[in-house]
């Protein structure tokens, strides 16, 4: 559960549902497993942005993932290679569907939705 995990499931020809999961970032360095047992948490966090393509009904979903490192220097957080197949930039993507914007949100923004 404190492990960071990132899956996509699609049923029947549908649009894929994606979870994302990232590790945690503040908490106990050990917590009682099943049968009372010490497991060791792993630590670090996800970070991630939307970028809307030009042009395109989708979207692409970029995400971070970060995991702490504990080394002979001490600690540090950098890329999670061990649980991800990251790109160059230290990140993954998917696109996903983009909502239509509407001509309402076009012209008066979410502020403008919020106050009503």
Same mark, same amino acid.
């Given at each position: #559960?404190?492990?960071?995990?990132?899956? &996509?499931?699609?049923?029947?020809?549908?649009?894929?549902?994606?979870?994302?999961q990232?590790? &945690?970032? +503040?908490?106990?360095?050990?917590?009682d497993?099943?049968?009372?047992?010490?497991?060791?948490?792993?630590?670090?966090f996800s970070?991630?942005? +939307?970028?809307?393509?030009?042009?395109?009904?989708?979207?692409?979903?970029?995400v +971070?993932?970060?995991? #702490?490192?504990t080394?002979?220097?001490?600690?540090?957080i950098?890329?999670?290679? &061990?649980?991800?197949?990251?790109?160059e930039?230290? &990140?993954?993507?998917?696109?996903?569907?983009?909502?239509?914007?509407?001509?309402?949100?076009a012209?008066?923004?979410?502020g403008?939705? #919020?106050?009503?």
């Amino acid at each position: #559960m404190h492990e960071g995990t990132a899956t &996509s499931t699609a049923h029947g020809g549908g649009h894929a549902r994606h979870a994302l999961q990232g590790a &945690s970032l +503040f908490g106990l360095e050990e917590h009682d497993g099943p049968g009372g047992r010490a497991v060791t948490r792993l630590h670090g966090f996800s970070a991630g942005r +939307f970028e809307l393509l030009p042009g395109a009904a989708q979207a692409r979903v970029r995400v +971070f993932p970060r995991r #702490m490192l504990t080394s002979a220097g001490g600690r540090r957080i950098d890329r999670d290679v &061990s649980a991800y197949r990251l790109e160059e930039r230290g &990140s993954f993507a998917y696109e996903v569907p983009a909502a239509r914007r509407t001509r309402r949100l076009a012209r008066g923004g979410i502020g403008r939705l #919020m106050r009503r």
